[in-house]
C-alpha cells in the first residue's frame, strides 16, 4: 500500500497532461501539426543515425593514431567533416521546425483558453467561486508556452533517448564482449555483453536516488510560480493605483506588502536553492564518475590487448550513450519538476473554468429569460450572497421602454448587487428576470472601463469604432470634453490620463453614441458637479428619448431625472 499513493499520483499526472494535450491533435490544425512532429522525430532518428556512424568513426580514426597510418587518418578526418555537416544540417531544421510546431501549438491553446475564460463571463464567476484559479493571466501568458516547450521538450528526448538506448546496445554488447568472474571454490560466473549490465546498474542507482533527492522541487516549483506571480500582480497593481496611492501618500505601507509577498518568493526560491545543491552533489558526481568509469570498467580487455585503442574508445563512446539514455530521468528531472508544477496550474485552471461552465448551464441556475414584451421585470427575486446569505428578498419591478428608474437606499443594502443581477453576471440569486430578448443593455460603472488604445476606439467599447471622427467629436463636445477633440488617434492610457470625472463624461458619451436599449448607471456621476450631472442626464434623455434609465446613487438631486424610485433597506 506504500507505493498505492505515488503510483495513482504519477497516473493522475499523465492523465491532466493527456486532457491538455489532446485537444490540439484533434483541432483543425492536427494536419500540419502532424506533419511537423513527424519531421521532428526523423529528425531526431536521424542525428541518432549520425551518432552512430560517429561512434564508429571513433574506432577507425583512434586506430590509425596508433598505427601510425596517414592515409588513414586523412581519410577519418575526412569522413568526419561529411558526418559534421549532415549533423548541422539535422539540428538546425530539427530546432527550427520543432520552434515551429511550439508557436502554432501555443497560438492555438492561448486561443483556446482565452475562450473559454471569457466565455460566459467566467472571468468574473470564477473570481466568486471557492475555488477561484490564482492569477489566471500567468497562466495563460507563460504557464501555456511552458507546457507547451517542456511537453515537447521531455517528450521527443525521451524519444532520442530510446532510440539511441536500442541502437548502441547492441553496439555495446558487441563490443564489451564476456566478463568472467571468478569464485574460488565456487568455480566462476561469466557475464556476456557485461559493459551493458554495468551500464544499466549504475543508471538505475543513480535514477533511484536522483528521484529521492528531487521529490520535494515539484512542490517547490509549484509555490514558486504562485509566490512570482502574486508579487507581480502586487506591482501592477500599484501602477494601474500610482495617483491614489501618492494622495494617500502610502508608498510605505505598499513597500511593507511588496517586500512581505517578495519574502515568499525569497524563502521559497532558497530552499529551492538548497535542494538544487544537494542533486547537483550527486549529480554532479554522478556525471563525473560517468566519464571514467566506461574505461576503468573496459581496461582489462585493453590492457590483455582483446581491443586497440580504437575499440577502447568506441566501446566507451557507446558505454556513455547508453549510460546516457538509461540516466535520462537524472537529466531531466529538474525540467519534469517544473513541467509537473506547471500541469499541476493549467489543470487547476483548467477544472475551475469546467466547473464554473456547468454552474452556468446547470438547468436550475439562475440566469435571465427572454421577456414576452419590452418590458424588463423582475419578479420574486432573492438575490443572495455567494455564501447563500440573503441579501435582497422579494424583489418586484417592471421596467418599461422609456422608464427612468432611481434604485436607492443605504451603503451595503444591495444596490450594486441588483445591478450586477440586471445585467446578468451574478449568478447567486432566485426567481424570475425576464429581458426583451432584442434589447441592447449598456453599464456606466462609478468607474468606467477604458480599454488601452485610441480614445477613438475607446468612446465605443465594446462595440466596434465605425463612428466618423466628425461624429466622435461632435459627442465629445456635447459632453463638455472638447479638449480631446484632437486626440481621438492618441494611444494612451486613458484610464489614468483622464480625471474620474473625465471619465464618467466619457462613458456618456460612449452612451449617446451606442444608442442601447437599456442605460444602467451606478454612481455615475459621483465624480461630477450637480450642474453637470444635470446637464448629462438632460442630454441622455433628449439623445436618447426611447431608451430605459436605470440609476443607482444617493445623491437627492437624482430623483429629478428619474419617474419611479424603487428603495431597499439596509442589511
Same mark, same amino acid.
Given at each position: 500500500?506504500?507505493?498505492?499513493?505515488?503510483?495513482? *499520483? @504519477?497516473? &493522475? /499526472?499523465?492523465?491532466?497532461?493527456?486532457? %491538455?494535450? !489532446?485537444?490540439?491533435?484533434? #483541432?483543425?490544425?492536427?494536419?500540419?501539426?502532424?506533419?511537423?512532429?513527424?519531421?521532428?522525430?526523423?529528425?531526431?532518428?536521424?542525428?541518432?543515425?549520425?551518432?552512430?556512424?560517429?561512434?564508429?568513426?571513433?574506432?577507425?580514426?583512434?586506430?590509425?593514431?596508433?598505427?601510425?597510418?596517414?592515409?588513414?587518418?586523412?581519410?577519418?578526418?575526412?569522413?568526419?567533416?561529411?558526418?559534421?555537416?549532415?549533423?548541422?544540417?539535422?539540428?538546425?531544421?530539427?530546432?527550427?521546425?520543432?520552434?515551429?510546431?511550439?508557436?502554432?501549438?501555443?497560438?492555438?491553446?492561448?486561443?483556446?483558453?482565452?475562450?473559454?475564460?471569457?466565455?460566459?463571463?467566467?472571468?468574473?464567476?470564477?473570481?466568486?467561486?471557492?475555488?477561484?484559479?490564482?492569477?489566471?493571466?500567468?497562466?495563460?501568458?507563460? *504557464? @501555456?508556452? &511552458? /507546457?507547451?516547450?517542456?511537453?515537447?521538450? %521531455?517528450? !521527443?528526448?525521451?524519444?532520442? #533517448?530510446?532510440?539511441?538506448?536500442?541502437?548502441?546496445?547492441?553496439?555495446?554488447?558487441?563490443?564489451?564482449?564476456?566478463?568472467?568472474?571468478?569464485?574460488?571454490?565456487?568455480?566462476?560466473?561469466?557475464?556476456?555483453?557485461?559493459?551493458?549490465?554495468?551500464?544499466?546498474?549504475?543508471?538505475?542507482?543513480?535514477?533511484?536516488?536522483?528521484?529521492?533527492?528531487?521529490?520535494?522541487?515539484?512542490?517547490?516549483?509549484?509555490?514558486?510560480?504562485?509566490?512570482?506571480?502574486?508579487?507581480?500582480?502586487?506591482?501592477?497593481?500599484?501602477?494601474?493605483?500610482?495617483?491614489?496611492?501618492?494622495?494617500?501618500?502610502?508608498?510605505?505601507?505598499?513597500?511593507?506588502?511588496?517586500?512581505?509577498?517578495?519574502?515568499?518568493?525569497?524563502?521559497?526560491?532558497?530552499?529551492?536553492?538548497?535542494?538544487?545543491?544537494?542533486?547537483?552533489?550527486?549529480?554532479?558526481?554522478?556525471?563525473?564518475?560517468?566519464?571514467?568509469?566506461?574505461?576503468?570498467?573496459?581496461?582489462?580487455?585493453?590492457?590483455?590487448?582483446?581491443?586497440?585503442?580504437?575499440?577502447?574508445?568506441?566501446?566507451?563512446?557507446?558505454?556513455?550513450?547508453?549510460?546516457?539514455?538509461?540516466?535520462?530521468?537524472?537529466?531531466?528531472?529538474?525540467?519534469?519538476?517544473?513541467?509537473?508544477?506547471?500541469?499541476?496550474?493549467?489543470?487547476?485552471?483548467?477544472?475551475?473554468?469546467?466547473?464554473?461552465?456547468?454552474?452556468?448551464?446547470?438547468?436550475?441556475?439562475?440566469?435571465?429569460?427572454?421577456?414576452?414584451?419590452?418590458?424588463?421585470?423582475?419578479?420574486?427575486?432573492?438575490?443572495?450572497?455567494?455564501?447563500?446569505?440573503?441579501?435582497?428578498?422579494?424583489?418586484?419591478?417592471?421596467?418599461?421602454?422609456?422608464?427612468?428608474?432611481?434604485?436607492?437606499?443605504?451603503?451595503?443594502?444591495?444596490?450594486?448587487?441588483?445591478?450586477?443581477?440586471?445585467?446578468?453576471?451574478?449568478?447567486?440569486?432566485?426567481?424570475?428576470?425576464?429581458?426583451?430578448?432584442?434589447?441592447?443593455?449598456?453599464?456606466?460603472?462609478?468607474?468606467?472601463?477604458?480599454?488601452?488604445?485610441?480614445?477613438?476606439?475607446?468612446?465605443?467599447?465594446?462595440?466596434?469604432?465605425?463612428?466618423?471622427?466628425?461624429?466622435?467629436?461632435?459627442?465629445?463636445?456635447?459632453?463638455?470634453?472638447?479638449?480631446?477633440?484632437?486626440?481621438?488617434?492618441?494611444?494612451?492610457?486613458?484610464?489614468?490620463?483622464?480625471?474620474?470625472?473625465?471619465?464618467?463624461?466619457?462613458?456618456?458619451?460612449?452612451?449617446?453614441?451606442?444608442?442601447?436599449?437599456?442605460?444602467?448607471?451606478?454612481?455615475?456621476?459621483?465624480?461630477?458637479?450637480?450642474?453637470?450631472?444635470?446637464?448629462?442626464?438632460?442630454?441622455?434623455?433628449?439623445?436618447?428619448?426611447?431608451?430605459?434609465?436605470?440609476?443607482?446613487?444617493?445623491?437627492?438631486?437624482?430623483?429629478?431625472?428619474?419617474?419611479?424610485?424603487?428603495?431597499?433597506?439596509?442589511?
Amino acid at each position: 500500500m506504500a507505493c498505492a499513493g505515488p503510483v495513482t *499520483d @504519477v497516473k &493522475q /499526472f499523465f492523465r491532466d497532461v493527456w486532457i %491538455l494535450t !489532446l485537444p490540439y491533435w484533434r #483541432s483543425p490544425e492536427k494536419g500540419l501539426a502532424a506533419l511537423l512532429l513527424a519531421g521532428i522525430v526523423s529528425l531526431n532518428l536521424g542525428e541518432v543515425y549520425i551518432n552512430v556512424q560517429l561512434n564508429k568513426w571513433n574506432n577507425g580514426f583512434y586506430d590509425s593514431l596508433q598505427q601510425l597510418d596517414k592515409k588513414a587518418f586523412f581519410a577519418a578526418l575526412l569522413k568526419f567533416a561529411w558526418l559534421a555537416f549532415f549533423y548541422i544540417v539535422v539540428v538546425v531544421y530539427k530546432t527550427y521546425i520543432n520552434q515551429m510546431l511550439k508557436i502554432r501549438w501555443r497560438r492555438w491553446l492561448t486561443g483556446s483558453f482565452l475562450d473559454r475564460w471569457l466565455d460566459r463571463q467566467n472571468h468574473y464567476r470564477m473570481q466568486l467561486s471557492e475555488n477561484s484559479s490564482d492569477n489566471p493571466d500567468q497562466r495563460i501568458s507563460e *504557464d @501555456v508556452g &511552458q /507546457f507547451i516547450d517542456l511537453t515537447l521538450g %521531455l517528450s !521527443l528526448g525521451l524519444l532520442s #533517448s530510446v532510440v539511441t538506448l536500442f541502437s548502441f546496445l547492441f553496439i555495446l554488447w558487441k563490443l564489451s564482449g564476456a566478463m568472467t568472474i571468478p569464485l574460488g571454490t565456487f568455480g566462476s560466473v561469466t557475464i556476456p555483453g557485461y559493459m551493458v549490465w554495468f551500464a544499466m546498474l549504475y543508471a538505475v542507482a543513480g535514477t533511484w536516488i536522483t528521484a529521492k533527492l528531487g521529490r520535494p522541487l515539484i512542490r517547490l516549483n509549484y509555490e514558486q510560480q504562485k509566490f512570482e506571480a502574486d508579487f507581480r500582480f502586487a506591482l501592477v497593481r500599484f501602477r494601474e493605483n500610482s495617483e491614489k496611492i501618492a494622495l494617500y501618500k502610502g508608498e510605505e505601507r505598499e513597500k511593507e506588502n511588496f517586500l512581505g509577498r517578495f519574502a515568499n518568493v525569497f524563502e521559497n526560491y532558497w530552499a529551492i536553492m538548497k535542494r538544487q545543491k544537494t542533486l547537483t552533489w550527486f549529480t554532479s558526481g554522478y556525471y563525473q564518475i560517468a566519464t571514467i568509469f566506461p574505461f576503468i570498467v573496459a581496461a582489462p580487455r585493453f590492457f590483455t590487448k582483446q581491443i586497440e585503442l580504437g575499440g577502447l574508445m568506441q566501446t566507451a563512446s557507446a558505454f556513455g550513450q547508453v549510460q546516457g539514455s538509461f540516466s535520462y530521468i537524472i537529466d531531466a528531472y529538474t525540467s519534469i519538476a517544473t513541467w509537473r508544477a506547471v500541469v499541476d496550474r493549467l489543470h487547476g485552471f483548467t477544472a475551475t473554468m469546467d466547473e464554473t461552465t456547468a454552474r452556468s448551464e446547470d438547468p436550475a441556475a439562475f440566469r435571465p429569460v427572454p421577456a414576452n414584451d419590452g418590458t424588463l421585470n423582475v419578479k420574486n427575486m432573492t438575490v443572495q450572497l455567494p455564501d447563500g446569505k440573503p441579501l435582497l428578498e422579494n424583489v418586484n419591478l417592471a421596467i418599461g421602454q422609456g422608464d427612468t428608474l432611481l434604485v436607492s437606499g443605504p451603503s451595503g443594502s444591495g444596490k450594486s448587487t441588483l445591478l450586477r443581477i440586471l445585467a446578468g453576471i451574478w449568478p447567486f440569486a432566485k426567481g424570475t428576470l425576464e429581458i426583451p430578448g432584442n434589447a441592447t443593455t449598456l453599464f456606466l460603472p462609478q468607474s468606467p472601463y477604458l480599454p488601452l488604445g485610441s480614445l477613438h476606439h475607446a468612446l465605443c467599447y465594446p462595440f466596434p469604432a465605425t463612428e466618423s471622427d466628425d461624429t466622435m467629436r461632435a459627442v465629445l463636445t456635447l459632453c463638455r470634453l472638447e479638449h480631446l477633440t484632437g486626440r481621438l488617434h492618441d494611444t494612451d492610457n486613458w484610464a489614468h490620463v483622464l480625471s474620474p470625472g473625465e471619465q464618467q463624461r466619457i462613458a456618456f458619451a460612449r452612451a449617446i453614441l451606442i444608442k442601447p436599449d437599456f442605460v444602467f448607471l451606478d454612481e455615475s456621476t459621483s465624480a461630477l458637479d450637480e450642474a453637470t450631472e444635470a446637464y448629462l442626464y438632460t442630454t441622455l434623455k433628449e439623445r436618447l428619448p426611447n431608451a430605459t434609465l436605470v440609476s443607482i446613487g444617493h445623491r437627492h438631486t437624482l430623483k429629478a431625472w428619474h419617474d419611479k424610485i424603487f428603495s431597499v433597506g439596509g442589511g
